[in-house]
C-alpha cells in the first residue's frame, strides 16, 4: 500500500513539473515573438548553444516587421516558423496562429505540388512564381512567391517573401477585355468590309461585263468592229480578274467558316485555301475541337496559324506543314510545325522586321496566351501557341 501512494505522489509530481515546463516554453515562444529576450538556448545534435537577438539586428526585424510585403521563413519541410503582420493579414489571420503551420495548407490543391518543387529547389538559386493565397473566409489573394535560401552556421531556412499582385492582374484582366473588344470590334469591321465587296463592289463588276456582252451581242460581227471586239475582249478580262481579287478578298477578310462553332473546321478550311493559293500541303491533326470557343478568341487562333503557314510558304524552303489541336494541362494547345530551313530564333524575335511574328505574339499575349518558337537553322521550325482553357472554351 505505502509503494503504490508514493508511485502515485510520484506521478502527480511529475505531471506538475510537465506543466511547469509546459508553462515555462510557452511563456518563452510568448517572449521571443514580442521582442521581449535577447537570447535563448537551444539544443543541437553537437550540444547546447545560445542563440541571441542582438541589438543590430533589431532595424532588420523593424523593417521587416513593417514592410509592405509578406515576409515568412519556412523551414524544409515548409513549416511556417515566422511571418511577419503583412502575410498574416493576407491571410485573414493571427501571426502567431501561423506558425507551426504548413505554408503548402495556405495553398488551392492544385498549386502545392509547384509550390513544393519550389521549395525543393530555392536552395539552388532564387526562384519565384505565382500562387493564390487561400484564407479562412475563402478569399483568394494572387501573389507572387519569391524563395531564397537562408543559411546561418548549422541552421537552414527559406525566406518567401510574398507580394500582393491582385492589382496587376486587375489590370492584365483589364487588357485582356478590352483586347477581346477590339478584336471582336476588328472582325466586325472585316465582316462589314467583306459584305461590301461582295454584295456591292463585285456585283457591279458582274454587271459591267454582261453589259458589255450585251453591247457586242447588238453591234454585231462586221468587220469594222474588229478592233472594238477585241478592246471589249481586253476590258471584260480585266474585269474577271478584278472579280476574282474581290471574291478572294471578301473570303480571306473574312472567312464564313469562322462564324460557325469550333476550330478544327476552320483549320480544315485553311488547309485547302492555303493549298489551292499557294501549294502547301496542310496535315492537320485535331484531338480536340473546342466547340464552346469565344468567336474574338477562335479569329485570333485562326489568324495567327494562318500567319505561320505564310512564313512557311516564304521562308522554308518546303511546302509541307503539320497543325495539332489538343487540350493539354487545362489549355488549348495549337502547334505548327515544319521541317524546313528554320532560323535563328533569338535574332529573329529581337528583329523589329520580323512584323509578323512579332503581331502575333503580341495578340496572343493579350488575350492571356503565350506562344512558343524552336527553330534552328538547317533544323526545321515548332511553333507552339497555348490559350487557357478558360479563355478557350468557356
Not at 117 to 130: F, K, P, Q, T, Y
Not at 346 to 358: I, V
Amino acid at each position: 500500500m505505502p509503494k503504490r501512494n508514493e508511485s502515485r505522489r510520484q506521478a502527480q509530481n511529475d505531471a506538475v513539473e510537465l506543466r511547469n515546463r509546459l508553462e515555462e516554453t510557452e511563456e518563452t515562444l510568448r517572449a521571443i515573438r514580442q521582442y521581449m529576450v535577447d537570447a535563448f538556448v537551444v539544443t543541437r545534435e553537437n550540444g547546447v548553444q545560445v542563440v541571441t537577438l542582438s541589438e543590430a539586428d533589431f532595424p532588420y526585424r523593424m523593417m521587416v516587421e513593417s514592410m509592405n510585403e509578406g515576409a515568412v521563413t519556412v523551414i524544409s519541410d515548409g513549416t511556417i516558423f515566422y511571418c511577419n503582420p503583412r502575410f498574416a493579414e493576407m491571410v485573414h489571420q493571427e501571426p502567431q496562429k501561423l506558425i507551426g503551420v504548413r505554408f503548402v495548407d495556405l495553398l488551392p490543391l492544385e498549386q502545392r505540388h509547384d509550390f513544393l518543387v519550389m521549395l525543393r529547389d530555392a536552395g539552388r538559386e532564387g526562384l519565384r512564381g505565382e500562387y493564390c493565397l487561400q484564407a479562412p473566409n475563402g478569399i483568394c489573394v494572387p501573389v507572387q512567391l519569391s524563395f531564397f535560401q537562408l543559411r546561418a552556421n548549422d541552421a537552414n531556412g527559406i525566406a518567401v517573401i510574398a507580394t500582393d499582385i491582385t492589382e496587376r492582374r486587375q489590370a492584365e484582366e483589364k487588357i485582356r477585355t478590352l483586347a477581346s473588344e477590339l478584336a471582336i470590334a476588328e472582325q466586325e469591321e472585316r465582316h462589314r468590309i467583306s459584305q461590301v465587296l461582295h454584295d456591292d463592289l463585285q456585283q457591279r463588276l458582274f454587271a459591267i461585263r454582261a453589259q458589255l456582252s450585251f453591247l457586242m451581242e447588238s453591234i454585231g460581227p462586221m468587220d469594222k468592229v474588229t478592233e472594238l471586239q477585241m478592246s471589249v475582249d481586253q476590258i471584260q478580262s480585266w474585269l474577271s480578274e478584278a472579280i476574282k481579287i474581290t471574291r478572294d478578298l471578301s473570303v480571306d477578310i473574312s472567312p464564313s467558316v469562322l462564324h460557325g462553332e469550333g476550330i478544327a473546321e476552320a483549320m480544315h478550311w485553311l488547309g485547302a485555301r492555303m493549298k489551292e493559293q499557294h501549294g502547301l500541303e496542310l496535315e492537320l491533326d485535331a484531338k480536340d475541337d473546342f466547340p464552346h470557343m469565344p468567336d474574338h478568341v477562335r479569329v485570333t487562333l485562326f489568324q495567327a496559324v494562318r500567319e505561320l503557314l505564310f512564313n512557311v510558304v516564304k521562308h522554308s524552303g518546303i511546302l509541307h506543314a503539320v497543325v495539332t489541336l489538343e487540350q493539354v494541362d487545362g489549355k488549348c494547345q495549337l502547334t505548327v510545325s515544319d521541317s524546313g530551313s528554320g532560323f535563328d530564333v533569338h535574332a529573329t524575335m529581337n528583329d523589329p522586321q520580323t512584323h509578323g511574328l512579332l503581331v502575333v505574339q503580341d495578340r496572343l499575349k493579350l488575350m492571356g496566351g503565350t506562344i512558343y518558337v524552336d527553330s534552328k537553322p538547317g533544323d526545321g521550325t515548332q511553333i507552339k501557341i497555348e490559350i487557357p482553357i478558360k479563355d478557350a472554351a468557356m
